[in-house]
């Protein structure tokens, strides 16, 4: 029985919810007037239920078509401004007991290499990571008790945090680990995480278990319920996402945004982000062996009926995609990108722009451009790069994030933090052209601070990172 309020995986995503769902909104995907209501609904930047949103995830018609992508444009813009903020990702390891069919890292796979890196390592890593500029990071390690303990990602962390290498830092590590315990998030939460991000792959209880059919991970409920008990442990910021390619996608999308609105009803807060990946080649992976991929058309409707939805959510796309379809998806409500990554164990350190090792990749990466030409590409397209990590560092985490976005002072914040640390990055990191067209940028941004007085102190704290000084935030 659907319940939005209750702890049971299954009742907060009921399957039989889910079914009418869809039913509704096939019925409706060409009812004018009902699809009407649902944009003007919309239109109050209030977000949508699951059945709303899935009205126009299926809707038919041309011209509302239009109106939908238009309004997730808006609703980026007055939400988000033109700011995208910058994160990449580090493998910490690839060991992993769990059996999932689409990820080459499942413990059948013999021919991979495998890899845990050292505290060394990481250290290595983490500089080569501050050398390209980035300050946010997201932990990424497979599920393997022996190998990647709790106290492996824990240690980490705290040597990440302890690296100060000329004027790099990273201020903000988020974590992508395998669902866990409370007394586990408890202690996540302890060692400062920013955001834990856990994709649920898919919501569909028997494609999850044939998906993932030996290992820790095979227990639907547990994964389902892990950001409930991650809530519990003190983690306010928590990411979702499904990894779009396994199941039907329409299904997928209901059962993310119930999962949305199950946290916002139990805890008072929706997930922090929603991330949007989908499943691609890697070492023995083929995607064309999964019957649910979807063409970029589709992946963009997707992203902008998110954005509607779920307007004080961020959402985040990672370089799985390419640069063209990043690009329309930024316009349609993406907030955050990865830039620069690499996606296996040790694959910064040591290793040129061009040089990529693919040994123990999770999988290809589309976007291969370095940090600098994404940031240059972004500023080109009339986007500031933030490498802003102020929310997390001065305690507006969970609902107090969420108020910030609400009573719309996300500009009076968030705009001069974008331009500061973009400043930095500028710099300390950029090619001259990536610097030339960032002053013109900053310069023509410094106008958009509303308050004078806020704006005053922004001018004043540029001049001093011209100088020297470092990491003023608001
Ligand atoms: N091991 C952790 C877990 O079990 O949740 C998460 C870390 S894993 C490195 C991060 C994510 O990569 C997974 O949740 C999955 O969605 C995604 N992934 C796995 N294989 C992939 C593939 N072939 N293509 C795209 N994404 C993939």
Redesign the pocket.
């Known amino acids: 029985m659907y319940n939005p309020n209750s702890l049971k995986a299954e009742e907060f995503i009921d399957d039989a919810e889910i079914l009418e769902t869809l039913d509704y909104a096939q019925k409706n995907k060409d009812n004018a007037e009902l699809i009407d209501s649902i944009i003007e609904k919309a239109e109050k930047r209030k977000g949508l239920s699951h059945r709303e949103a899935a009205v126009l995830l299926d809707c038919t018609l041309a011209d509302r078509n239009e109106r939908i992508f238009e309004l997730a444009r808006q609703i980026k813009k007055d939400f988000y401004g033109n700011r995208i903020v910058m994160f990449a990702p580090l493998?910490l390891s690839n060991y992993?007991v769990?059996s999932?069919v689409?990820?080459?890292?499942h413990c059948q796979n013999k021919h991979i290499a495998r890899k845990k890196l050292t505290q060394e390592e990481i250290r290595q890593e983490v500089i080569a990571l501050q050398d390209m500029g980035h300050k946010r990071l997201a932990l990424?390690?497979?599920?393997d008790p022996v190998n990647n303990p709790i106290e492996y990602v824990l240690e980490s962390i705290k040597t990440i945090y302890d690296i100060k290498h000329k004027n790099g830092a990273i201020r903000r590590v988020n974590v992508?680990?395998?669902?866990t315990t409370v007394e586990n998030y408890c202690k996540l939460k302890d060692a400062g995480i920013g955001t834990y991000i856990?994709?649920q792959?898919t919501y569909h209880k028997e494609s999850y278990e044939k998906l993932h059919p030996a290992g820790p991970?095979h227990n639907y409920a547990y994964h389902t319920e892990a950001m409930d008990r991650a809530m519990e442990g003190g983690i306010d910021d928590v990411g979702l996402?499904v990894?779009f390619g396994l199941e039907l996608y329409r299904y997928e999308f209901a059962g993310l945004l119930m999962h949305a609105e199950h946290l916002e009803a139990v805890h008072g807060v929706g997930p922090h982000t929603i991330s949007v990946?989908?499943?691609?080649k890697?070492d023995d992976?083929d995607?064309t062996a999964f019957d649910n991929g979807i063409d970029d058309d589709t992946f963009a409707k997707i992203i902008a009926c998110i954005r509607i939805a779920v307007p004080y959510t961020g959402m985040i796309i990672s370089t799985?995609e390419s640069e063209a379809c990043r690009e329309k998806a930024l316009s349609l409500g993406i907030s955050q990108i990865s830039g620069g990554s690499r996606t296996s164990v040790g694959g910064y350190a040591g290793y040129s722009p061009e040089e990529r090792p693919h040994d123990t990749e999770?999988?290809d990466v589309s976007d291969q451009r370095s940090l600098d030409e994404v940031v240059n590409w972004l500023m080109k397209l009339g986007y500031i790069p933030s490498f802003c990590t102020a929310c997390y560092r001065e305690g507006r985490t969970g609902d107090r994030f969420m108020s910030l976005c609400k009573n719309g002072q996300i500009q009076n914040c968030c705009h001069p933090n974008a331009l500061m640390t973009l400043k930095e990055y500028l710099m300390d990191y950029a090619s001259p052209d990536t610097r030339d067209v960032g002053v013109k940028l900053i310069e023509s941004e410094i106008g958009n601070v509303p308050n004078e007085k806020v704006r005053g102190i922004v001018v004043d704290n540029l001049a001093k990172i011209e100088q020297g000084s470092r990491d003023f935030r608001f």
């Open positions: 493998y992993c769990n999932c689409y990820c080459p890292y990424e390690t497979g599920e992508n680990i395998a669902a856990l994709f792959e991970k996402g990894l990946p989908r499943v691609k890697a992976i995607p799985r999770q999988f």
